[in-house]
């Protein structure tokens, strides 16, 4: 059975024991799941070492220390310090709004191991918000963490850029049909693998300058977790092709490529804005060049080729950020050089 693109989707059932059992019937949408967590016999093998992976990259905020950042905040520059907190502020409703969207999700995923990668998902997305609230307990006094969280009421150019990505999360909620939902399995991609990327590269950019260390090895624990969410949403759009090849027409196909490239048009815009040009390390034109590289690799994940011509390799003058961000490089302290995977709870005091 093939959806039509406005055949509205059926909610997955809490409890269905005449659901199928054999695993060539299970389908990402549009199944009849048992619901029943059966993750002995798996459809999707990518699964398995997206959940090892997933679950090696647990990671505690609190265990970085933010001490050093406590004494730069007040030195950095205006230009500095504004755009640090215009970037946390925007990071806090990009989590915020993942972890709220990915259950409604998840309600129309019919192949359950993959409603197990949304879940850890939604978790890793609840511990990013978590880490921002410790570095803004940390690095900044109580009016200031206030003027952060909610900048959005008093900065326009914050309030349209989250409008936009509110807006397309919000179709969903209006309008349940297939289109829609691939639409916002789109969006879900563009956020992870383009919208974090002029922050990151902020925060990476101030470590190399010496400055806000532990901000940027939080954001590198994070960068490690949105690699594995654009995997897992990458991987779902794929296996929509081979499973419902009628959702990706050619004028859906050129939908979801209008959709990346306003994004990516949003993303340098925002990065122009927040930057401005008084970034020391790092200027618009260096975002610009970035963003695109990072348009070209997505499209052509997706199996559908370039977006921009001239942007097909990674722009040396950026080869910084990749060291920042490469996950092999993150599970050693990149500024303590010893291991800091998780593997001990020595940590943790039982205090109940
Ligand atoms: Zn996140
Ligand atoms: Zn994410």
Redesign the pocket.
């Known amino acids: 059975m093939t959806l039509s693109e406005n055949q509205p989707l059926i909610k997955k059932p809490l409890f269905n024991p005449d659901g199928d059992i054999d695993v060539l019937d299970r389908r990402m949408i549009g199944g009849n799941t048992t619901n029943l967590n059966d993750f002995n016999n798996m459809k999707y093998p990518w699964v398995s070492s997206w959940y090892r992976q997933a679950m090696n990259n647990f990671w505690i905020p609190e265990e970085i220390n933010l001490s050093q950042d406590v004494k730069d905040y007040p030195n950095l520059s205006d230009a500095e310090r504004g755009a640090y907190d215009k970037i946390l502020s925007f990071l806090v409703f ?2 915020s709004l ?1 972890s709220a969207n990915l259950p409604n999700i998840a309600e129309y995923i019919t192949a359950n191991e993959v409603n197990l990668c949304l879940s850890i998902q939604a978790f ?2 609840s511990v ?1 918000s978590q880490s921002y609230s410790y570095m803004l307990d940390t690095i900044c006094d109580p009016a200031k963490r206030n003027e952060i969280l909610y900048q959005w009421k008093t900065d326009e150019h914050l309030l349209a850029r989250n409008t936009f990505i509110g807006d397309l999360y919000n179709e969903f909620q209006e309008n349940r049909d297939a289109r829609t939902f691939l639409r916002v399995l789109m969006a879900n991609f563009i956020l992870e693998g383009v919208y974090f990327y002029s922050g990151f590269m902020f925060f990476y950019n101030l470590a190399r300058m010496g400055k806000m260390p532990g901000s940027a090895q939080e954001i590198r624990y ?1 960068n490690r ?2 690699n594995t ?1 654009l995997w897992l949403f990458r991987s779902i759009i794929l296996e929509l092709q081979k499973e419902e090849p009628q959702l990706f027409s050619s004028e859906n196909v050129a939908m979801l490529r209008e959709m990346l490239e306003e994004g990516v048009r949003q993303e340098i815009a925002w990065g122009r804005y927040v930057l401005g040009d008084e970034i020391p390390g790092l200027t618009g034109d260096m975002v610009e060049g970035y963003i695109k590289y990072l348009g070209n690799l997505r499209w052509s994940s997706l199996g559908f080729g370039q977006l921009y011509e001239d942007y097909r390799t990674e722009p040396a003058d950026m080869a910084w950020v990749s060291q920042y961000s490469n996950a092999n490089m993150v599970k050693t302290d990149f500024f303590e050089a010893k291991s800091t995977a998780y593997a001990k709870s020595t940590a943790l005091v039982d205090d109940l």
Do not use: C, T, W
């Open positions: 990009l989590d993942q890793q997305e990013h994070i977790d949105e969410h």
